[in-house]
């Protein structure tokens, strides 16, 4: 067991210490809350436990818990619980001795549980120090963002985005940009520009010849560009139904934040509590082993970037372009990866496994049957589910504003060098080199008619009679992405090079979001 593997929220459950058998079980209960416990790879854990103060849970009493793991052979944490500074239970002062239950191996449905005591460490009110209970703290499943009530987006919204147009449109525009130099035959470039998909401005070289950034071409204002007109698209449908968009993270969230949160308010009386706080919630890192879900990761990569990414120093060096390609392939990339829970397969809830791996896996990448088009395929980690994800647009939108920010820093350096422009009903910039270099970002698709007013039904069914322009464009995309696959699957001329020759002679194409390094 690693520290990260005890990260989670538990139902905690303690139990009064009564040798004597008692009729009624409920006479046994002590306290039932809710635990959540992050873990450090130094063996640091804290987290919070609270419990509902109102019948709706809207307000809740919190415990910050603080304490470390003090044995791994076997496990043995410790813990201190104290009640949060000028609320209710601010002199409650609990500490706890707790180990995992062992798992039998025949097991149908293992999940950790944790086990021990609690103490209560000094008085509080009318009672004493001393008093002990025994403790089970049953880990749950992670709670999707869909599943959470306010955070979760509108049906109309998540109609449209999960949609066989708008999952291919993202899929394609990001899979033929990357595979664009590193086609094995000129003939599938010749076949995909015919199809109005051909990519001018890829933002990597080959892999051949190192898959390096090409920061001076303009690939980051496409970037850029298209996530912007995405966002137009989900912010549009909202105000439409006099709803309040959803809001892009001003900062990146730690580490230790609870799927559920709830912020501290203070009363008329002055007295302080917690309320259920729904712009909050949602923003968990999901449990696992992954170095880029560490607490580490967060404050030695994660945050260093994002401040790098608000300095108004390092915003004024670059143009736009160079801009949307280094926050692409390194803190994008790193928060889709760092926020994703495992795919799963949509009919049947189970964790999908890469048959080459043994790994975890996503959908088959040239899959584009209908069972992927559910909602519930809303896997963050790749270009088909990603914007399906209510954090894609907290994340996304974080990113849309750094736009913003590298506008305001060209201001104050050079008042009226970079001018605004309409752009497809988005707020863009006129050409005026090096700043800004692209007349028509690459979209792929025709803008036109693809507002929140359009009908984005699922139209797979409808390919026959080419009037309807959405199911012409899936038509041409699946063309594209034909022609992707043929290519990755069949071997290119060799040209004698010695990295020609080593190349393997199939590749296997990701929708993946690269993670960065």
Not at 115 to 131: E, L, M, N, Y
Not at 387 to 394: D, E, Q, T
Request: glycine residues 8%; negative net charge.
């Amino acid at each position: 067991m690693e520290p990260y593997d005890l990260t989670g929220t538990y139902t905690y459950r303690s139990f009064i210490n009564e040798p004597q058998i008692v009729n009624d079980f409920s006479k046994l209960q002590f306290a039932e809350a809710e635990v959540t416990l992050f873990g450090s790879l130094d063996g640091t854990i804290t987290g919070v436990l609270s419990w509902p103060t109102k019948e709706d849970d809207s307000e809740r009493a919190v415990m910050d818990l603080q304490g470390r793991i003090v044995s791994w052979g076997p496990l043995l944490i410790q813990l201190e619980g104290v009640g949060r500074k000028g609320s209710a239970i601010a002199d409650f002062d609990y500490k706890y001795e707790l180990t995992a239950a062992q798992q039998w191996p025949e097991t149908t449905a293992p999940r950790l549980c944790l086990v021990g005591s609690v103490i209560r460490a000094k008085d509080h009110g009318t009672v004493k120090a001393g008093f002990t209970a025994s403790v089970i703290a049953v880990q749950r499943d992670f709670t999707e963002p869909r599943d959470i009530a306010g955070v979760a987006l509108t049906p109309s919204v998540i109609a449209m985005l999960a949609s066989k147009w708008h999952r291919l449109w993202h899929a394609t525009w990001h899979t033929v940009r990357g595979e664009w130099p590193n086609f094995n035959h000129k003939a599938t470039r010749t076949e995909i520009r015919k199809l109005g998909w051909a990519v001018d401005r890829p933002p990597r070289m080959s892999r051949v010849n190192g898959n390096g950034l090409i920061l001076d071409e303009g690939a980051g204002e496409d970037f850029l560009f298209m996530h912007r007109w995405m966002i137009k698209m989900v912010r549009d449908d909202y105000v439409k139904n006099g709803l309040t968009p959803p809001a892009s993270w001003s900062k990146i969230p730690g580490p230790t934040f609870a799927q559920i949160v709830y912020s501290l308010v203070t009363n008329s009386a002055g007295v302080v509590e917690f309320k259920k706080d729904i712009a909050a919630s949602g923003n968990m890192v999901p449990p696992a082993g992954d170095w880029v879900k560490a607490p580490e990761y967060f404050s030695t990569v994660m945050r260093q970037w994002e401040t790098h990414y608000r300095n108004p120093a390092m915003l004024a060096s670059l143009s736009l372009g160079a801009l949307g390609n280094l926050l692409e392939f390194t803190i994008h990339n790193a928060m889709h990866n760092r926020w994703m829970t495992p795919a799963r397969d949509p009919e049947t809830g189970a964790v999908i496994i890469d048959p080459a791996t043994g790994g975890l896996g996503e959908r088959p990448p040239f899959d584009f049957s209908d069972k992927w088009s559910s909602p519930k395929y809303d896997y963050l980690g790749e270009f088909y589910s990603s914007h399906v994800n209510p954090l894609f647009w907290r994340l996304h939108g974080w990113v849309d504003d750094t736009i913003n920010a590298w506008f305001k820093v060209q201001e104050v350096a050079s008042p009226g060098k970079i001018k605004p422009r309409q752009l497809h009903g988005v707020d863009w910039f006129e050409v005026n080199p090096p700043f800004v270099i692209v007349t028509d970002p690459f979209v792929g698709v025709s803008l036109d008619g693809h507002g929140s007013h359009h009908d984005h039904r699922d139209q797979m069914h409808h390919h026959g009679d080419g009037t309807d322009q959405q199911a012409a464009e899936i038509d041409t995309m699946l063309k594209v992405m034909a022609a992707i696959e043929n290519d990755a699957n069949t071997a290119g001329p060799l040209t004698g090079t010695l990295a020609e020759a080593t190349r393997p002679r199939t590749s296997r194409v990701s929708m993946r979001f690269e993670m960065p390094g």
